[in-house]
């Protein structure tokens, strides 16, 4: 598959990664290599990346345990010590091999240790790839509070080989899902189409949707870096999918995945679009019942929406002491900063519920 330029960098694939990467490690003779795994990925991932690694510079692995509560502060503070007790340089390369967690919290460490090192984002989980990897967001969570500290910084490439995605559960391909989903609803109704049918999907059908829903992201991107526009229509879903994933990290004995939590809120926006915005009622109709096909059902009681929507108020899009929303007019028009009333927040839930 062609390279994809992005700001300052490239996304590659397949054998194309592996050459990229080589080459680069030969021009830029970076004075240490350091590759960020967790538990997972280091017995999944590592040994097919090395294989394929092609350096005599010196290669450390540095690992964390797998799972979204180690996304804090406290797990940087670990790898920056051990960055400095192996002698890391500002002309070191972090190399982080790993899904969502992994991309985000490696490329916050690489841009702040030292002021900044080079890295390189290799996304092993679907959710990574289409969404996490790609874009130069990077952060941990604050507390149970989603993506609160980080900074947007690109790193040097991506690269992208879909025989990682061999190693998921069932449920970690379908939190990917839910962000390709979104990328349809949010930018391209043929690409929602594409998406809304996966019962007869091949490897080969699959490989070409990730690259799309790459596309997608990467030309929203490209557009608005800094999220002052336009790169905020990447958070339909997201304002209420994060505020009850951080709920349900906290409160429930079981928690919901990114992308379950946001197949939800896809739902809840969708509902808010159209009692708000004029979507119709059968897109808003088609857009649930096709998440309902991939997703289980949550139950949410009375007592939860309180907790949830009082989260909302830690999301990264409000300004000026507004909740800001993003909500669809039709399937691929989507519309920024839309402000919404606690009652029809409510009015929602019923409505994902019935």
């Known amino acids: 598959m062609k390279s994809i330029v992005s700001i300052n960098n490239c996304i590659h694939f397949g054998e194309m990664a592996y050459q990229s990467l080589n080459t680069y490690l030969k021009e830029s003779q970076p004075s240490k290599v350091f590759i960020l795994v967790d538990s997972n990925t280091k017995e999944l991932c590592l040994p097919h990346f090395l294989q394929l690694l092609a350096t005599d510079i010196s ?21 920056w010590e051990t960055l400095s007790e192996l002698d890391a340089d500002r002309k070191s390369l972090c190399i982080n091999l790993g899904g969502g967690v ?13 002021r900044g ?7 092993t989980s679907l959710l990574g790839m289409v969404d996490a990897a790609v874009g130069g967001k990077t952060g941990v969570d604050l507390g149970k509070l989603k993506n ?56 080969e059908d699959l490989d070409a949707l990730i690259y799309e829903s790459i596309l997608i992201k990467n030309t929203i991107v490209t557009q608005d870096l800094n999220e002052d526009g336009i790169r905020k229509t990447l958070n339909f879903g997201h304002t209420l999918g994060h505020a009850i994933e951080s709920y349900f990290l906290e409160h429930k004995e079981k928690s919901l995945l990114h992308g379950e939590a946001v197949a939800v809120g896809v739902i809840l926006a969708a509902y808010l679009s159209n009692q708000l915005k004029g979507l119709g009622d059968s897109q808003t109709k088609e857009i649930k019942e096709t998440i309902l096909k991939t997703f289980a059902k949550v139950e949410f009681h ?23 929303f993003v909500l669809l007019s039709a399937i691929g028009e989507p519309i920024i900063d839309c402000q919404v009333s606690n009652d029809l927040i409510e009015e929602s839930f019923k409505f994902y519920s019935e």
């Open 102 to 114: 992994v991309t985000d919290l490696g490329g916050f460490v690489a841009s702040t240790f030292k």
């Open 59 to 79: 290669i450390e692995i540095i690992e964390i345990d797998s799972g979204e509560k180690e996304k804090n502060i406290n797990t940087c503070n670990g790898i």
């Open 302 to 324: 009375k007592k939860d929406l309180a907790p949830i929507i009082e989260l909302m108020k830690y999301d990264k899009k409000n300004s000026h002491g507004n909740i800001n």
């Open 148 to 203: 609160q500290i980080g900074v947007i910084s690109n790193p040097e490439m991506v690269l992208i080989d879909t025989r990682f995605l061999n190693t998921l559960s069932a449920s970690e391909m379908r939190s990917g899902l839910a962000e390709m989903l979104k990328h349809g609803l949010i930018y391209d109704l043929n690409y929602w189409k594409k998406m809304s049918d996966l019962s007869q999907l091949t490897l």
């Open 117 to 123: 090192i080079a890295y390189i984002n290799i996304p």
